[in-house]
């Protein structure tokens, strides 16, 4: 993923789940569940192709790194698809994912200067 494009993306995936945090109407809740599960889709597409194409051993630092990533998207989705329309319940998902997208920044940038 053009690390570009993946900054933008994180981003208005961010705001997509921020407006679900703080709107009343659930159609932000639900464009943001659907957001989270294409973005997760492509993550995963995105580091499957990175493990290939370097020949990661199954065993790779950078496959449990890519993994614990994924789990924590995963997470963030299941709390979300459970948090119903409760602004409460969406403050803490937007909170979680501003921590799940800095950790995917840090990786990737430590991807790019490896």
Same mark, same amino acid.
């Given at each position: 993923?053009?690390?570009?494009?993946?900054?933008?993306?994180?981003?208005?995936?961010?705001?997509?789940?921020? #407006?679900? *945090?703080?709107? @009343?109407?659930?159609?932000?809740?639900?464009?943001?569940?659907?957001?989270? /599960?294409?973005? %997760?889709? &492509?993550?995963?597409?995105?580091?499957?192709?990175?493990?290939?194409?370097?020949?990661?051993?199954?065993?790779?630092? #950078?496959? *449990?790194?890519? @993994?614990?990533?994924?789990?924590?998207?995963?997470?963030?989705?299941?709390? /979300?698809?459970? %948090?119903? &329309?409760?602004?409460?319940?969406?403050?803490?998902?937007?909170?979680?994912?501003?921590?799940?997208?800095?950790?995917?920044?840090?990786?990737?940038?430590?991807?790019?200067?490896?």
């Amino acid at each position: 993923m053009d690390p570009s494009a993946l900054e933008l993306r994180l981003a208005r995936l961010a705001r997509t789940v921020e #407006r679900a *945090a703080s709107e @009343a109407p659930s159609e932000a809740r639900q464009t943001a569940l659907e957001a989270l /599960a294409h973005f %997760a889709d &492509d993550l995963t597409a995105h580091f499957e192709q990175e493990e290939q194409e370097q020949a990661l051993p199954p065993a790779s630092p #950078r496959r *449990a790194q890519h @993994a614990r990533l994924r789990g924590d998207l995963a997470e963030i989705d299941e709390h /979300a698809r459970t %948090a119903g &329309d409760w602004p409460e319940s969406w403050r803490t998902i937007a909170a979680a994912f501003t921590r799940f997208a800095e950790a995917l920044e840090r990786h990737e940038l430590s991807e790019r200067t490896t």
